[in-house]
């Protein structure tokens, strides 16, 4: 099987290097990079093995068996498009599109087009998070009272990416706003938000907050208290607990969680994770696996287009509380 791969930039490098490590029926017989600037795509195949190649164009990548979609948000609709008018099944990094508009269009063409696009939210692929998922799915967890995630970066991103990086709901909670519903499988009620500008004077020039809560209230009544900071100072942490009438479930911790442990005696984590990067490994791992299997048609597509509309939906209504002050009602659908 050959993969291609559009963008080598922080996170189609990684994606990249990544496709190089699968082995088995995953292991892709030839990689193909693209990316506009100038060298770079060569850059990166020097640096891999050498059935990674550079290609001149995006429309070469098409020839291979699925593409991998890695480049800024606001490219993804035209060549997530041409890839599915090609008949190329994608992989594309999150978000599918900046706004809703724009997604929802897209997404009724992908699905028109009958070609799988799996969007990357890796949390669907992290081993515990589809553990917790299942847990609770099939009813171990019993019923769910309370779900709690939090995402914080380790340091800020580049000042220059802040302008235009959506904002932190869509940039950065988008993660747990798709995760979390999935994961309870209930409709989202009412969205309150609430953030402030702490760590970087330049989040505010931006018009956005580098700190914020923000707390969903599903249809049973259930409860979701979700956080997403810029700045952590052990490294970078992401967790999520589940609160149920029969089992109390914890992902992201470990010796590697950022955190000091009080109790019974101080404990310091050893290697606390760096980045996304570092703690999803695991996951964007999977979730290349996941998407050869798509493509062989051996399972169904477990983080289609049609859904990542709802945590772009979710993540407007965060935008609207935190502007407006009050709770925003959820239509149903
Ligand atoms: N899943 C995650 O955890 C995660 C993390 C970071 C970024 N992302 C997403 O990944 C995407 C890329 O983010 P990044 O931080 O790697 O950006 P980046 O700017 O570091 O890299 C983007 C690369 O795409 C290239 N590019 C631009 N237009 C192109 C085109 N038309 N065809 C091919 N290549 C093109 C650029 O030259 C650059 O090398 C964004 O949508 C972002 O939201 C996802």
Redesign the pocket.
């Known amino acids: 099987m050959d993969i291609g791969v559009?963008?080598?930039?922080?996170?189609?490098q990684m994606h990249a290097a990544h496709l190089t490590e699968l082995d088995g029926d995953a292991a892709p017989d030839k990689i193909l990079l693209?990316?506009?600037?100038p060298g770079?795509a060569e850059a990166v195949a020097a640096a891999l093995p050498s059935h990674v190649t550079a290609v001149a164009s995006?429309d070469d990548l098409l020839a291979a068996d699925g593409v991998l979609v890695?480049?800024?948000?606001d490219?993804?609709s035209d060549?997530v498009r041409r890839a599915v008018r090609g008949r190329t099944p994608v992989l594309c990094?999150?978000?599918l599109a900046g706004d809703l508009e724009s997604m929802t269009t897209l997404v009724d063409d992908i699905e028109s087009s009958g070609v799988d696009v799996v969007v990357?939210f890796?949390r669907r692929f992290d081993p515990a998070t589809v553990e917790a998922y299942r847990r609770v799915r099939s009813g171990e967890a019993g019923q769910v009272y309370l779900v709690r995630s939090s995402v914080l970066d380790h340091v800020p991103p580049p000042k220059e990416y802040i302008p235009t990086s959506g904002g932190l709901f869509k940039?950065c909670m988008i993660?747990d706003l798709d995760a979390v519903p999935w994961l309870v499988g209930e409709e989202v009620v009412e969205v309150s938000a609430s953030g402030s500008v702490l760590v970087d004077q330049a989040f505010a020039d931006a018009g956005d907050v580098d700190y914020a809560v923000v707390t969903l209230r599903f249809a049973s009544g259930a409860h979701a208290q979700m956080t997403a900071g810029r700045h952590d100072p052990i490294g970078y942490d992401c967790k999520l607990e589940v609160y149920g009438s029969k089992q109390v479930l914890a992902v992201g911790w470990n010796e590697r969680t950022p955190v000091v442990r009080l109790e019974p005696q101080q404990v310091e984590p050893t290697r606390p994770w760096e980045s996304?990067m570092d703690r999803y490994k695991d996951a964007y791992l999977n979730e290349l696996r996941v998407f050869a299997d798509v493509i062989e048609g051996k399972v169904a597509n477990p983080s289609p287009a049609r859904e990542s509309l709802y945590s772009l939906r979710l993540a407007e209504a965060c935008d609207e509380s935190l502007r407006t002050g009050k709770p925003v009602r959820l239509e149903a659908g």
Do not use: S, Y
């Open positions: 559009a963008g080598v930039g922080r996170i189609g693209f990316d506009p600037v770079r995006f890695a480049t800024p948000t490219t993804h060549l990094e999150k978000p990357g890796q940039d993660h996304f």
